[in-house]
């Protein structure tokens, strides 16, 4: 496997139920995000992992939890969702800089996980 | 607030050019990107720019006006293969990426 992977691809889910997105790189990168895409609206991002740490996720509602346990794997756990929530929810890494001058952090994505919420 | 402005949708012709235009408004600017999404894949790298100017790539190039808060992608001998969404991305003064909607493009034959 090369580059970022996420599965499944397709998910469809009540409004009661619980599952997970799993994303993984294969890049070497230290820097993992989750985004939201939904039709005709700009990416949103929802949470930044840096060095395994998370440093940002945007009053994201708590019925999205991520997770990452290692600088190569992050997972989105959902549950309780809401049909607004249907959208392409695309994962991507970078190579964050640890220093001070910052270098741009091209980021590479995954295909995505199209969410259907019923 | 910050805004990135880009048309939803263009048509364009095999064989011809097409200019794709960003304009943006941000708090700072530390370079600006171009990606590609081709239906249902992934969003993939085209361009970076910090410095004003045009950069060539192939058959794809980039042009920037920081003053002018402004950017194209130039796309020359469109293909069919061409037919994809291009995103515009600003990185503000704290290195966040604000993300343009996209721009369809639809290429005919």
């Known amino acids: 496997e090369t580059g970022v992977t996420q599965t499944p691809r397709h998910l469809v889910m009540g409004m009661t139920n619980k599952k997970s997105l799993k994303c993984e790189q294969h890049?070497?990168?230290?820097?993992m995000y989750w985004y939201k895409q939904s039709a005709k609206k700009p990416l949103e991002l929802m949470f930044v992992?840096?060095?395994?740490?998370?440093?940002e996720n945007n009053s994201v509602p708590s019925r999205f939890s991520p997770e990452c346990p290692n600088s190569s794997h992050l997972f989105l756990h959902l549950h309780t969702l809401q049909p607004e929530d249907s959208a392409l929810y695309l994962c991507?890494?970078?190579?964050?800089?640890?220093?001070?001058?910052?270098?741009?952090?091209?980021?590479?994505f995954g295909p995505g996980t199209r969410l259907l919420v019923l | 607030g910050q805004n990135i402005d880009q048309p939803t949708e263009m048509t364009a012709t095999e064989g011809a050019i097409v200019q794709i235009n960003c304009t943006y408004q941000?708090?700072?600017?530390?370079?600006l990107f171009w990606y590609q999404q081709h239906a249902g894949e992934a969003p993939t790298f085209l361009s970076y720019?910090?410095l004003d100017g045009l950069e060539e790539k192939g058959r794809f190039s980039s042009f920037l006006s920081r003053s002018k808060g402004y950017s194209y992608l130039l796309l020359k001998e469109l293909q069919m293969k061409d037919s994809a969404s291009y995103l515009c991305?600003?990185?503000?003064?704290?290195?966040?990426?604000?993300w343009g909607a996209g721009t369809k493009l639809i290429i005919k034959p």
């Open positions: 992992y840096s060095l395994e740490e998370r440093v």
């Open positions: 991507a890494s970078s190579q964050a800089e640890e220093t001070i001058e910052r270098n741009p952090e091209t980021q590479y």
């Open positions: 941000t708090s700072g600017f530390n370079g």
């Open positions: 720019n910090v």
């Open positions: 991305a600003v990185l503000d003064s704290n290195y966040q990426l604000i």
């Open positions: 890049l070497g990168h230290n820097a």
